[in-house]
């Protein structure tokens, strides 16, 4: 089935130690994006990519960082981890047609634990 | 600015009962979307469904249906006769016209057996 797909499931990482976070997709969607989502709490959105055009929340920490090297994967880097980072990292596409408003489709997510 | 109340933080139910999952929002928009997105333990999130603003037509799929009134800015959904699978976070969405898609806080269903 076509998919997003998020490596890996679980990931650990030291704090201050920088950490990726992958995302693909093989549904050919233009537009990808990325999301924090903490304990108890609704997806919040950090940044998305239309196409190559790379597009920040204002209230997204410097500490995150995106890149999109093609259409079917994109990346999540967290610089320097801080212990409010930790999350379940979720990322999501859609194929814009006719504005942004079509359905999301997202992967399992990345639960992300500092020590 | 775009907002999702889902005034219902937990609901508790036991199987084969009908439960109700609210959802009120506010937009100044004419042009609208609305979701649902289910959020089983495994932590994905499952798209249910989408209506635009310009139709009202109530939705059933299954056990699920969706009630969609302007007049009360609500898109209500209903899971007839609930199963344990059903046991899940429940998120209601809204996205205007070329904006990004803001979730509500969700609400926590569990059905027991």
Known sequence: ?115 | AQKVTQAQTEISVVEKEDVTLDCVYETRDTTYYLFWYKQPPSGELVFLIRRNSFDEQNEISGRYSWNFQKSTSSFNFTITASQVVDSAVYFCALSEEGNDMRFGAGTRLTVKP
């Open chain 1, 1 to 115: 089935d076509a998919m997003v797909i998020q490596n890996p499931r679980y990931q650990v990482t030291q704090f201050g130690k920088p950490v990726t976070l992958s995302c693909s997709q093989t549904l050919n969607h233009n537009v990808m994006y990325w999301y924090q989502q903490k304990s108890s709490q609704a997806p919040k959105l950090l940044f998305h990519y239309y196409d190559k055009d790379f597009n920040n929340e204002a209230d997204t920490p410097d500490n995150f960082q995106s890149r999109r090297p093609n259409t079917s994967f994109c990346f999540l880097d967290i610089r320097s981890p801080g212990l409010g980072d930790a999350a379940m990292y979720l990322c999501a596409t859609s194929r814009v047609s006719a504005g942004r408003n079509q359905p999301q489709h997202f992967g399992d997510g990345t639960r992300l634990s500092i020590l």
